[in-house]
């Protein structure tokens, strides 16, 4: 590794933490691969169980809260190492969009809402899901919502259609965008409200089917019916119109976490790819490493990942030190570049592989369908590089 500047104390955690991934999770893949997520469970679960005993337990979350208390950056660097398998992130309970609503809840939920949602998501005893995007109105205008929380009393009654929320399928609560005040200003109008999945009028219609996988559980994106949801005032999260403002908050760093594990997920497409190269004979003696295309791939993949996994580590660095605000440009940056080049790596160590390649011998088929979304969650690659452009080339103007 060419930049490492990681604290005495982190280097023997994330050497930890790669044996524990290796030994533990990799062993998981094919049956993960091969199964619906809730068959896995109970073998998840145990790992689940092994991590926190080890120590390995909320990587992004504060000591006080009862996570290791890691800077972003630290967490970039194990968010790198966990992503090298599908489990990672879900066996140290920093999967999204779990972590997102942590974050929320830990910064913005009052002292009841904390006790009742934030203590079970923290513990690992109950997962939720984040509700923002709706199939009739464009997510990347998140500020174009149609679902609406109307006061009544002192409930808000939640209605609306949303889709795409990831995990929602099992979920206890989900965290919903909606619109409170439909005469504020754009950035005024929404808030988040907390609705538990036993609300009545909670209604899964169908876990979307994704590149031609339903899903299940935690691994599935829902489409959700909320029909006059009566949840309480009190469930909402930071004062009404400010739904946006923690959306924000919320998707910096998450970009950093997204981010690192794209860049863990090419490092062992990578690895896959230069082993394959390696060991499979083209001809009597002849291994597919020593054509030229291939090592052209290597050399391009190599340059590629160690490039995208300094800007994101820069731009970690940057949000510790100076905030999200002061680094919006990196964290646009980051989240259309490494998309790009995660696609491309996984496309070559695909081609690398063959036939073999497009099975599930491998995770990088299955890479390759669910993170094809790289390029469209958490704001599609041309909406980054438009606000990045406008405000590098806007600072020219003035
Ligand atoms: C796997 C997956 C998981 C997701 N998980 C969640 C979740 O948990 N919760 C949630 O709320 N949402 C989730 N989403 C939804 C995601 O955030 C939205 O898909 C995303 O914001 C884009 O919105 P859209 O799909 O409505 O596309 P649209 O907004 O309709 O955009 C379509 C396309 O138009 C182009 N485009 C849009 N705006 C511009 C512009 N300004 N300039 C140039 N081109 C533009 C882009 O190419 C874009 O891909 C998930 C999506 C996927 C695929």
Known sequence: MLFEPQTAELRPLLRALDEFVREELYPLERPFLDHDFDVLLPA??????LAKSLGFWLPQIAAEHGGMGLSLFEHGLVSEVLGRTPLGHYALNCQAPDAGNMEILIEYGTPEQQERFLRPLLAG?????????EPDNPGSNPTWLSTTATKDGDDYVVSGHKWFSTGADGAAFAIVMAVTDPAASRYQRASMIIVPADTPGFHIVRNTSVMGER????????????DDCRVPQGNRLGAEGMGFVIAQQRLGPGRIHHCMRWIGICERAFDLMCRHAALRQIAPGRALAEMGQVQAWV??????????????????QQID???????RDGISLIKFHVAGVLQDVLDRAIQVHGAMGMTD?????????HERAARIYDGPDEVHKWSVAKRILGRYAS
């Open 44 to 49: 998840i679960e145990e790992k689940r169980r």
């Open 125 to 133: 005893e109950v997962r939720s899901c984040f509700s923002m995007t």
């Open 321 to 327: 030190r100076e905030g999200a605000h002061a680094a």
């Open 361 to 369: 011998e491998t995770p990088l088929a299955f890479w390759y369908r």
């Open 299 to 316: 050399a391009e993949s190599r340059a590629e990942i160690d490039a995208a996994r300094l800007l994101v580590l820069q731009t970690a």
């Open 215 to 226: 899903g299940q559980g935690w691994a599935s994106h829902a489409e959700i019916r909320y």
